[in-house]
């Protein structure tokens, strides 16, 4: 036993300092590589979140629908026909998409037809 710990004592006093900081940046220098080639750009990642659902609980708090023409006018807190996700200040990501994230519901996009009682005109 005295033996094997005066062994792995000597093989930790060989390795030199260099030895392990080279390793180091090398594995340091792999995982930054790693995540250059591994993040998107800013319309991918939009692409990749999940669409919200009309079922999500928060969604239902607010209403939320994929579909702004299901909702009568007449009982929207702001009442307006032409309400939907792609004119609200809230909406985020590029115009045209037809999913984009939203401000109230961060990690998820919602539909650009879309509509919730949060609607806020642009300004
Ligand atoms: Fe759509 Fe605006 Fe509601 Fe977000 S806050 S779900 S963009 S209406």
């Given at each position: 036993m005295p033996g094997r710990i005066r062994q792995k004592t000597k093989s930790i006093e060989e390795t030199p300092l260099s030895k392990i900081a080279r390793r180091k940046f090398i594995q340091l220098s792999v995982v930054a590589a790693a995540g250059c080639l591994l993040q998107p750009g800013r319309e991918a990642r939009a692409q990749d979140l999940p669409r919200l659902s009309e079922d999500d609980p928060l969604g239902q708090a607010m209403k939320?629908?994929?579909?702004?023409?299901?909702?009568?006018?007449?009982?929207?807190?702001?009442?307006?026909?032409?309400?939907?996700c792609a004119n609200c200040a809230l909406v985020q990501g590029a115009?045209?998409?037809a999913w984009r994230p939203c401000q109230i519901f961060p990690g998820k996009v919602v539909s650009a037809k879309g509509w919730c009682t949060v609607w806020s005109p642009k300004p």
């Open positions: 939320y629908t994929h579909d702004a023409c299901t909702v009568d006018p007449s009982s929207r807190p702001n009442p307006a026909a032409d309400q939907t115009d045209g998409d």
